[in-house]
């Protein structure tokens, strides 16, 4: 299996691409990367080197990997932090040509906009930009519940009003919707929900809420959930294992008190979770 995986990517540390990619491979999934920015770390320490690249880059990368012949071969699309529009405009790019070449592959949209408790949190235009062209090109995206609610332009405060948010994200093109995090009303105050629809039915899983905040959690459960889906077009067995890795993940995090996530020293999550969680039809 081959995945195209356009995101940002650091350093030090892990979020998009160097929280994204190392999963995937883990998993036996050969993943060409393209950077959509270069820094030495997460903006999150306020402090960062480093710069953004462009759309015409990004072009000029899916030019040399089109020249090999092997757009054909490529089974998805992977994109997360867009940073511009531009930017945004030269991952639609990628997607179409790849789509072109091979019309079996999906596209994964993991649309950062923002988070609960933070709000907003990209530049200008990207928040619509999402909305009006990233997510109706979309196969399959991957929200947290800000995110959704910004989407759908509804509110999820129940399980029922978070179904009626994901059909709206649905009606607006992608088949496959899987929200990265959730708590309504009827989530247990130490638990937290992850929901997969897929126009098959709707799924609920739910672990222990963890005490923790770090970067990258989402760039690797939307990486996860994605490898998972092409392999079983199940998303109800793609939220299983993906809720499982990230949780064994994060909790091997909390354990060892660590700033980052343990991309690297944790890796057998990704193959071998160490905890698993039951799938409800909700």
């Known amino acids: 299996m081959n995945v195209l995986s356009i995101q940002s990517h650091v350093a030090f540390g892990h979020v998009g691409n160097a929280s994204a990619v190392f999963p995937m491979q883990r998993l036996g999934v050969e993943v060409w990367p393209i950077h959509t920015v270069q820094f030495s770390n997460h903006t999150g320490y306020g402090a960062w080197k480093g710069r953004v690249f462009d759309a015409p880059m990004i072009e000029e990368i899916v030019d040399g990997i089109a ?37 079996a592959a999906l596209y994964c949209c993991d649309p950062v906009i923002g988070d609960v408790g933070r709000g907003v949190f990209v530049r200008p235009g990207i928040p619509e930009f999402m909305r009006d062209h990233a997510v109706p090109a979309a196969d399959i995206v991957t929200p947290n519940q800000f995110e959704l609610d910004f989407l759908s332009g509804r509110s999820s405060a129940t399980l029922a009003e978070a179904k009626a948010s994901v059909a709206a994200v649905q009606a607006m093109g992608p088949r496959v919707v899987m929200v990265t995090s959730l708590h309504t009303e009827e989530t247990p105050a130490d638990a937290l929900d992850l929901l997969a629809a897929d126009g098959e039915g709707v799924w609920r899983v739910r672990t222990p809420r963890l005490s923790l905040g770090v970067s990258g959690a989402g760039d690797a459960i939307a990486a996860l959930f994605f490898v ?13 294992a993906a809720a499982a890795s990230v949780y064994g993940l994060l909790k091997r995090t909390q354990e060892a008190g660590s700033r980052e996530i343990l991309t690297v020293a944790a890796q057998d999550e990704f193959v071998t979770p160490s905890h698993s969680f039951p799938v409800e039809a909700v």
């Open 67 to 103: 020249e090999r012949g092997v757009l054909p071969i490529c089974d998805g699309v992977l994109s997360g932090y867009m940073g511009s529009s531009d930017i945004g405009n030269g991952i639609l790019s990628a997607v179409r040509r790849v789509k072109e070449a091979n019309p």
């Open 228 to 240: 998972h889906f092409l392999r079983s077009r199940s998303a109800a067995k793609a939220l299983a």
